[in-house]
């Protein structure tokens, strides 16, 4: 492979990664926002948004990411491989 083309691949990789761990991030946090939502309509419980650790959060969307986008890249690069 020429070197352009290993960073395309390599680029590739690094969007998969950082584009899963953008959606993981925004379903977390949304998905917590409608529960905490939910219980204050239903339960009556106190909405408080300083109850979020957003470093915590960061911390995990990027290890899913990590998986999920390098999943996908390793799908994907075994494929482009096989079709070269």
């Not at 950082?18 to 419980?45: K, N, P, Q, R």
């Amino acid at each position: 492979m020429k070197s352009s083309e290993h960073q395309k691949i390599l680029m590739l990789l690094i969007y998969m990664v950082l584009g899963s761990a953008a959606s993981v991030f925004i379903t977390i946090l949304s998905m917590s926002l409608l529960v905490d939502i939910y219980l204050y309509m239903t339960e009556e419980i106190n909405f408080d948004l300083y109850v979020y650790d957003f470093v915590k959060i960061l911390k995990v969307s990027f290890f899913c990411g990590f998986i999920g986008g390098g999943g996908c890249w390793t799908l994907y690069y075994r494929n482009y491989r096989k079709n070269r």
